[in-house]
């Protein structure tokens, strides 16, 4: 696969080798990251990247496109089947611009709507004063409880009652728990508003019914395809029928040009995947192991938001351990042991975004190594020394000989002979 980039570009050829070997040797535990399989990869790097494709299946404005109507119309195909809804549109860049199509389809400028605190496990795209959902509408944000940190519901519907907003968002980025995607159906339905939910994150979960899918409960539902859906980096959209002429107008020409019809494949390749029987042993892996990796951080005095997880994602707070504020600090230790992470907010955050008290760490990707619970317990005790002892070197390398020792164990892309 490799030798034409060799000749062409050595310093690119040299930097893929390392990217390769830093994967290979260390445990992927960004919660948003994943491995796609080897189709998925060869299905991006074909032709189809060459297509300009304005316009949509059948109804484009350039010509050519017959072959890339099949392949998007292959994706939506698949994609309608896996999660069981209406209307899905495939071309959306990523997750950001998919919800800011989203935005633009069903509100005005300035309108009110509601989403997750970013401290408390919401998204930037969820009305951050940084972002365009916080410059462009007014947002009022739910939080967790202080005592719980989980969803208050009640709390939620007097939020919604008080102000009335023209949409409610749920979705999470770092909030371990699951989502009750009908309580907040009903609190739409009792204000009038819009529910649209964002499952990136547990995109995959949800199609397998791991985690309670929010398509009955909805207007309009947005995910990436990476993540635990475990394709290539993109998104889509997801809508009843009475939404999709809004929701494809504001994609295009709204926000965006021509779709990358080589995602587009990679994306029909990954949802077929993922409508495989083993696709729903992976996901249901998936959340064995994060629970196996909470339980063994908590048993080596780790503490945790809420206490544990119910999907893919741990939230582990490092304020308890008298460590506020060196989230950073934390995570390159956990890096320079082989063990890759991001530091994160907590809720209620005592520090900043920039240096925050928390550490988020995920099981989709080391599931796709084929890491089991027995190995979720080994990791969950390397990541406890580190943040013990996270300014100690000696520590840290006799870690990161114990995860290679580990890794070996379990080969990623073992044909994909670059490291020659």
């Keep these: 696969m490799m030798d034409s980039i060799e000749k062409a570009d050595s310093e690119v050829y040299e930097a893929i080798k390392k990217e390769v070997s830093r994967i290979r040797d260390g445990v992927e535990l960004i919660p948003s990251e994943n491995f796609v399989s080897k189709a998925v990869l060869q299905a991006y790097a074909t032709v189809f990247t060459n297509k300009y494709s304005e316009g949509y299946p059948h109804k484009r404005y350039y010509g050519g496109n017959e072959i890339a109507d099949i392949i998007e119309d292959l994706a ?81 519907k007097k939020i919604a009652v008080k102000e009335k907003p023209k949409l409610i968002l749920s979705g999470l980025t770092a909030y371990p728990r699951k989502i009750d995607f009908k309580a907040f159906k009903e609190i739409a339905d009792e204000v009038n508003a819009y529910h649209m939910a964002d499952i990136a994150h547990i995109a995959g979960l949800c199609a397998t019914g791991v985690h309670e899918s929010p398509i009955p409960y909805c207007d309009v539902v947005t995910t990436t395809t990476h993540k635990t859906l475990r394709g290539p980096r993109g998104a889509m959209i997801m809508c009843k029928e009475e939404l999709a002429q809004a929701i494809d107008k504001a994609v295009f020409p709204g926000l965006q040009g021509g779709p990358h019809d080589h995602v587009n494949a990679a994306k029909a390749v990954a949802f077929k995947e993922a409508l495989q029987p083993e696709y729903g042993e992976y996901t249901k892996q998936i959340v064995k192991n994060a629970s196996a990796l909470a339980d063994s951080l908590m048993e080596n005095g780790i503490d945790l938001v809420t206490g544990g997880t119910d999907n893919h994602l741990i939230l582990i707070k490092l304020n308890t351990k008298g460590l506020e504020g060196k989230g950073k600090d934390v995570q390159n230790a956990l890096e320079e042991a082989g063990i890759y992470s991001n530091k994160n907010t907590i809720p209620f955050e005592p520090a900043s975004p920039f240096n925050p008290s928390g550490i988020r760490i995920g099981t989709p990707a080391v599931t796709t190594r084929g890491f089991k619970e027995s190995d979720m317990k080994v990791i969950g005790k390397c990541i406890a020394k580190v943040i013990n002892k996270y300014e100690d070197k000696k520590v840290i390398s006799m870690v990161r000989g114990e995860i290679l020792e580990l890794c070996s164990n379990y080969p990623l892309y073992p044909d994909f002979d670059i490291l020659r």
């Design 76 to 156: 939506i195909a698949r994609a309608k089947k896996l999660f069981k809804c209406e209307h899905v549109n495939v071309q959306p860049y990523s997750g950001s611009p998919a919800n800011m199509a989203v935005f633009f389809a069903l509100l005005n400028l300035g309108d009110k709507f509601m989403g997750l605190d970013l401290n408390c496990g919401g998204h930037l795209t969820h009305g951050s004063s940084v972002n365009f959902s916080g410059k462009f509408y007014k947002c009022f944000h739910y939080n967790v409880d202080k005592e719980t940190e989980l969803l208050d519901y009640d709390e939620i």
